[in-house]
């Protein structure tokens, strides 16, 4: 079992820039993507961004709606991802939930969610 926990979510102005970070119980090691979603309020979850758990493995993404604005990127210890958000908009409002995933077969995977992280962007 990995359970994830994030951080990092608060009010902030538009024009502003959070540092958003998930925490991995064990670790991700043995993990294949690690994920960033996105829930606005009354909205179905989004991807927003996503990075291979193993370097090389595959290639950084991120949606249209955060592209040049968000990075995604691994920590040092084999624990944490986090999500730097800079130029923040009043639409970035919403929960943001890490997730990652475990690849067992063909087309199946086992997902972890964390609860998620509150982000408020004022005009």
């Known amino acids: 079992q990995v359970q994830l926990v994030e951080s990092g979510g608060c009010p902030v102005e538009a024009g502003g820039s959070l540092r958003l970070s998930c925490t991995a119980s064990p670790s991700f090691l043995g993990l294949s993507s690690l994920r960033w979603y996105f829930r606005a309020p009354g909205s179905e979850a989004k991807l927003v961004a996503r990075i291979p758990a193993v370097a090389n493995m595959g290639r950084t993404f991120y949606a249209d709606s955060v592209k040049g604005r968000f990075t995604i990127f691994r920590g040092n210890a084999n624990s944490t991802m986090h999500l730097q958000m800079d130029s923040l908009k009043p639409e970035d409002t919403g929960l943001y939930l890490c997730?990652?995933?475990?690849?067992?077969?063909?087309?199946?995977?086992?997902?972890?969610w964390g609860r998620g992280t509150q982000v408020a962007v004022s005009s």
């Open positions: 997730f990652a995933n475990q690849h067992i077969e063909g087309n199946r995977f086992r997902s972890f």
